[in-house]
Every structure is written in structure tokens, then in C-alpha cells.
């Protein structure tokens, strides 16, 4: 989540984001190998489970053998695993080239089946089929869109007499009413490396894209750098958040699980992550009610957008074991009934038009924002390898713990952006 984006997260989304993404865990169908088995691996924890189960349900001779994993270790395996043949039939893929598991960086050796055939292929909006195709091939079944923003629990923020802000001074104002009542604004589990990008991306969605749309275009072409833009000032805001107590105290020794069970129980009053979290929030208090807004940046609340964009789907392994019962897995995911169910129990929005989904009153902003264009991309799925979102992610978790700057950080994502793809 973790980009995502964001606005974007993303959430990869988050997942993703950015990049979002969701922590751990393992699960496994019955049955044995064979032409009746399938195998998944995904990032969908909380989520994939019923359309698993779903899918088992309208095809009753088929087992769905599956694992889930946080989107650190994710990334880490699934490139190993398909170098060396032991990857599943289909695997959760992001959106873009931002990561070490996104569609250019796996479509390019070669790893992922062609999936422009499939019926819902030409069906996606241009915004998410540019980041779901490689060399105009799609790749990636891309099932939701999602957002970063502010998720709040509602009952801990009546219980605090406190408002969501809509400006930047109200941001921080926010911040230091919560922190004397005893209750942090914030959760932040950057001990997970993803989730330190969020709160960064929810800043430089207004802070950067806000005066320039272009902004994306004119780093390809050489013309701008993070370093010399309004980064530094997305940067520098994120660090003012922390040192004006907006989060729980060592976000460093805090892991994603942990930070939801924060935000959940009301031990803050909410948490910035991708509207994937939501889904997760209600698992641990399913009697609580958590809305998603807008972080804001600047003072003016017409100029905040949020990172939105496609989050993380699912692609079939060039080599896969079963391709077709891969391959009716994926358009299962993408047909009106796994889609809602996929983005139902995300609290997302499906990717595709018409498909009779009911918003959740969570994501009504989200919503709001998606349909008025007030929205960017998570911005690593335009960067031009997955190296730059690595170091910054390192690179935050080093300034968190006082063993870099926001200088030094800019400048060797500027160096890992021109080294291209």
C-alpha cells in the first residue's frame, strides 16, 4: 500500500502503493496436483480468500492451492520463482514498473502470459490499461482502483470531539489536539519498508502534481529533477508531520499488522494507508466505522488531490502448470461477480465500467474525487525501473532512524531515475 496512489497511492497499491499490499499468512486448498489444481500466489490477504472460495463454488472439481504474503517478501520470491520454474499458475502482479513484481519488470523476460485475448482486455480504461500492458500487450488482469488517503475511525474520533482536517494547518492543529488527549492522530508501520511511502505520496499528490500535471512528462524528458521540485517540499512536510507528534511514538519498531491493530482499536485515531486497509480495520473490529478523506497539504482544499490509481491484479505464468484452469481463474476475477466481491471486501472501486457495484460509504470521497479528475497516479508506476522506489523506501526508513536526509535521499533517487529502465 502498501502506492501508492496513490493519489496512491496506491497500493499497490498496497496495496502498492505506492503501492499498495497486506501482511502475511498461509492458506491451502485440498486436493492434490494435477489438471483439477490451481495455484496462486497473491498479496490479497483478507480479500482473495472468498474469491477463492467463490470460485471453487462455480467450479466444483476444482481445488485452488494458495498462499499469501506481505508485499516485501512477495517481491522478493516472485522473480526467484519464476527464473526458476517454480512460480504458480497465477501470481498478484502491480500495476506499471514501479516495483520488482510489476507488469514491465516481469512482462519483459518474458514471465507472463498474453492476455490481450481475454474478453475483458480491450473493456479497461485507458488510465489503467497503459499500466496493465507491455509493448501494447496487456499482462495484468487490473480488478480495482484505489486511493491513499487518511482512514479514520470514526468512533475514536467522536469519542477525541475532533474533526478531519481540510487544510494544512488544520492537518497539524489535528495533529497536536489528538497528541494532548492522549490518542495520536496516526498510526505509521514503517518497519514495513512499503508503508513509509504512503504518507508521501498522499503529500506530493497535491504538493507537486497540484501546480503541475505534467510533472511525469517533464522528468522523462529530462527537464525537472525530485530533487529540485516540490519533492523536497513533499518531503519535508512528511518530516514535519513527525516531529509535530501526528503519529505513535518508534513508527520505526511498528509493523503494518500492528498499525492497523492501532488504528482498529481506537489507540489512534486512524491510520494513512490505501483504502485497502479498510477491509482489514473492520476485521478487527467489525462493530467500528472507518471513513476514508483526503490528506491535505496546502491551505486551499479546491488544490488537494488524492493518489489514485490502478492497484495490483493478477497475471498467468508464461509457464504455468495449469493454463487453463489459469486462465478461467483470471477472467473469473475479472467478471462483474469477482470483481465486486474482490473490491467489496477490499473497500475498493472495480476497474471496470457497469459492473452494478454499490460504493461503500467509506470511499465516498474517494469516489467523489475519482469521478471529478481530482486524482494522479501512484507515482512509481511511471518511473522508469523499480530501483528508484526501492531507495526511496530505504531511504526513508534511514531518515526516520537519523541516517539520512532528505537531500541525500532526492539525490540518489535522481540518480537511480536517469539510470533508465
Known amino acids: 500500500m502498501k502506492t501508492r496512489e496513490l493519489p496512491v497511492l496506491i497500493a499497490a497499491l498496497t496495496a502498492v502503493a505506492v503501492l499498495a499490499a497486506c501482511s502475511g499468512g498461509t492458506k491451502a486448498g485440498a486436493g492434490g496436483g494435477g489438471s483439477k489444481t490451481l495455484t496462486l500466489a497473491s498479496v490479497d490477504q483478507g480479500s482473495v480468500e472468498d474469491v477463492v472460495k467463490a470460485f471453487e463454488k462455480a467450479n466444483p472439481s476444482v481445488k485452488v492451492r494458495y498462499t499469501t504474503s506481505g508485499a516485501d517478501q512477495y517481491q522478493q520470491q516472485i522473480r526467484t520463482q519464476l527464473a526458476s520454474g517454480t512460480a504458480p499458475d497465477v501470481m498478484s502482479v502491480w500495476p506499471g514498473n514501479g516495483n520488482p513484481g510489476a507488469t514491465y519488470v516481469l512482462a519483459k523476460p518474458g514471465y507472463l502470459r498474453d492476455l490481450s485475448d481475454q474478453p475483458w482486455a480491450a473493456k479497461m480504461p485507458d488510465a489503467i490499461k497503459t499500466v496493465a500492458q507491455y509493448e501494447g500487450k496487456t499482462y495484468n488482469a487490473i480488478f480495482g482502483q484505489n486511493g491513499i488517503g487518511a482512514v479514520y475511525n470514526q468512533e475514536a474520533m467522536a469519542k477525541a470531539g475532533l474533526t478531519p482536517p481540510d487544510t494544512w494547518t488544520k492537518l497539524l492543529a489535528f495533529c497536536r489536539a489528538a497528541k494532548a488527549k492522549g490518542t495520536p492522530a496516526f498510526a505509521l508501520g514503517n518497519q514495513d519498508n512499503w508503508v513509509t511511502q504512503l504518507v508521501l505520496y498522499a503529500l506530493v499528490a497535491t504538493t507537486v502534481y497540484g501546480h503541475d500535471r505534467d510533472f511525469d512528462k517533464k522528468m522523462q524528458a529530462g527537464q525537472i529533477t525530485f530533487a529540485k521540485s516540490p519533492w523536497a517540499t513533499a518531503l519535508e512536510k512528511y518530516l514535519t508531520m513527525e516531529r509535530t507528534g501526528c503519529f505513535q511514538k518508534n513508527p520505526l519498531g511498528t509493523n503494518y499488522e500492528a498499525s492497523q491493530a492501532l488504528a482498529a482499536t481506537g489507540k489512534t485515531l486512524g491510520i494513512v494507508q490505501g483504502n485497502w486497509v ?81 460504493v461503500d460509504p467509506s470511499l465516498t470521497e474517494l469516489s467523489t474525487f475519482v469521478t471529478s479528475n481530482r486524482t494522479v497516479p501512484f507515482m512509481d508506476q511511471l518511473w522508469p525501473n523499480a530501483k528508484v522506489q526501492q531507495t526511496m523506501l530505504s531511504g526513508l526508513q534511514e531518515i526516520f532512524s537519523g541516517q539520512s536526509t532528505p537531500k541525500k535521499l532526492l539525490d540518489e533517487m535522481d540518480a537511480d531515475y536517469k539510470a533508465g529502465s
Do not use: E, H, W
Open 278 to 358: 479498510v477491509a482489514l480495520l473492520k476485521q478487527k473490529n467489525p462493530k467500528g466505522t472507518f471513513t476514508l478523506k483526503a490528506l491535505p497539504a496546502t491551505d486551499t482544499p479546491s488544490q488537494t488531490l488524492i493518489p489514485a490509481a490502478a492497484g495490483a491484479g493478477y497475471a498467468v505464468n508464461a509457464k504455468a502448470k495449469n493454463p487453463r484452469l489459469a486462465l478461467k481463474f483470471v477472467n473469473f476475477v475479472m467478471s462483474p461477480k469477482g470483481m465486486n466481491l474482490f473490491v467489496k471486501k477490499q473497500g475498493g472501486l472495480p476497474s471496470l465500467p457497469d459492473t452494478g457495484f454499490a
